[in-house]
T-cell receptor, first 112, second 112 residues
């Protein structure tokens, strides 16, 4: 099965701008999970989408939002970027036939 | 969510076995123990999981204490490619239907 794909791989934005990150889960899987990995802070859960609906949300401000499309791909939007938003943003999908999750390689966002 | 405790770092020599410990004294009866690892510049990778019995797969073995308050991930013959951050995570039920809570993990160094 194809893995989780994320785009773009790298991105540089200016403080105050908006950014959209994209994720395609494992084919046929309906759930997408978003995580943020900022330097020194470890992996933090951001959002969980399933069947087009937001199911759970981590402790992040409302300027972090997203959506899931009918084909189960997902977007993560971050408005009014701050320097602290610089991080690796990871997307995950449940594994086929196994308990566990497959992660994408992430999008490295740098806010300057 | 139950918490896990792992050593910050460990060292191993190539070709030797590695035992990575994890304490989870507040584990509940339905919590599964999952292990992920993250190689540099990549997303986390599922390694293994278990509930009560010891588990083996092509990547590693998982030894779970009889009281389930601790577990050990065993890499039978460490290679340089096993150098990574290893995360021990508890999930409610066999597949978490929400977020994974990552701690700081154990950074494994493998020396040639």
């Amino acid at each position: 099965e194809a893995g989780v794909t994320q785009s773009p791989t790298h991105l540089i934005k200016t403080r105050g701008q908006q950014v959209t990150l994209r994720c395609s889960p494992i084919s046929g899987h309906t759930s997408v999970y978003w995580y943020q990995q900022a330097l020194g802070l470890g992996l933090q859960f951001l959002l969980w989408y399933d069947e087009g609906e937001e199911r759970n949300r981590g402790n992040f401000p409302p300027r972090f939002s997203g959506r899931q499309f009918p084909n189960y791909s997902s977007e993560l939007n971050v408005n009014a970027l701050e320097l602290e938003d610089s991080a690796l943003y990871l997307c995950a999908s449940p594994q086929q036939g196994l308990d566990g999750y497959t992660f994408g390689s992430g999008t490295r966002l740098t806010v300057v | 969510d139950a918490k896990t405790t792992q050593p910050n770092s460990m060292e191993s020599n190539e070709e030797e076995p590695v035992h990575l410990p994890c304490n989870h004294s507040t584990i509940s009866g339905t919590d599964y123990i999952h292990w992920y690892r993250q190689l540099p510049s990549q997303g986390p990778e599922y390694v293994i999981h278990g509930l009560t019995s010891n588990v083996n797969n092509r990547m590693a073995s998982l030894a779970i204490a009889e009281d389930r308050k601790s577990s050990t991930l065993i890499l039978h013959r460490a290679t340089l490619r096993d150098a990574a951050v290893y995360y021990c995570i508890l999930t409610r039920g066999s597949s978490n239907t929400g977020k994974l809570i990552f701690g700081q993990g154990t950074t494994l160094q493998v020396k040639p």
